[in-house]
């Protein structure tokens, strides 16, 4: 089966623009997350969305936002891109209980210049 | 909360040779372990992970994890690594009840398999 599609793959955005990424899941996945790596940072967790609703979210200023579709495909918004906004943006999908465990999208890569 | 160390940032080994990725965590609550590993200019990739039962884990790509409860560590192990293996490895936790089920990553392992 497919795995997750994040698009774009790779971004080049502008200091103050605003950006929005896009992740497909798993089919049948209901759970999506959101995730930023930085070298400085390494891998933040962002926010967790199930049947459309944000059920989690990490330590992220309010320029950060989300929201999911009835199809389970997510969004993820920058507004007021900084400099430091400059990294890969991973979306992960889950599926059931039973079976817990994260699948990770190849990531976009958005450049702040 | 959760916290996961991975004591070593890099890891040099010779092809076929043994190889072990140290991971500790620290949690208030119980959690579930994940090691993810990543190539270059890729996402991550699930290796295995570990929810209930036996301690010991065995993965994709010969790899395998054991569960220590008492010393709060989740080692990888292969008994004999390829060139292929030279990737970027990560221990994560996740605490086990629903709506909580952030991953806390650790800052990451470099494995260099040399010939």
């Known amino acids: 089966k497919a795995g997750v599609t994040q698009t774009p793959r790779y971004l080049i955005k502008t200091r103050g623009q605003q950006v929005t990424l896009s992740c497909s899941p798993i089919s049948g996945h209901r759970s999506v997350s959101w995730y930023q790596q930085t070298p400085g940072q390494g891998l933040q967790f962002l926010f967790e969305?199930?049947?459309?609703?944000?059920?989690n979210k990490g330590n992220f200023p309010g320029r950060f936002s989300g929201r999911q579709f009835s199809n389970s495909r997510s969004e993820m918004n920058v507004s007021t891109l900084e400099l430091g906004d400059s990294a890969l943006y991973l979306c992960?999908?889950?599926?059931?209980?039973?079976?817990?465990?994260?699948?990770f999208g190849s990531g976009t890569r958005l450049t702040v210049v | 909360a959760q916290s996961v160390t991975q004591l070593d940032s890099q890891v040099p080994v010779f092809e076929e040779a043994p190889v072990e990725l140290r991971c500790n965590y620290s949690?208030?609550?119980?959690?579930?372990l994940f090691w993810y590993v990543q190539y270059p200019n890729q996402g991550l990739q699930l290796l295995l992970k570990y929810l209930s039962g036996s301690t010991l884990v065995k993965g994709i790509n010969g790899f395998e994890a054991e569960f220590n409860k008492s010393q709060t560590s989740f080692h990888l192990r292969k008994p004999s690594v390829h060139i292929s293996d030279t990737a970027e490895y990560f221990c994560a936790v996740s605490a086990t009840g629903t709506g909580r089920r952030a991953l806390t990553f650790g800052s990451g392992t470099r494995l260099q398999v040399q010939p």
């Open positions: 949690s208030s609550v119980s959690v579930y």
């Open positions: 969305y199930f049947s459309e609703t944000q059920r």
């Open positions: 992960a999908s889950s599926g059931t209980e039973k079976n817990y465990g994260y699948t």
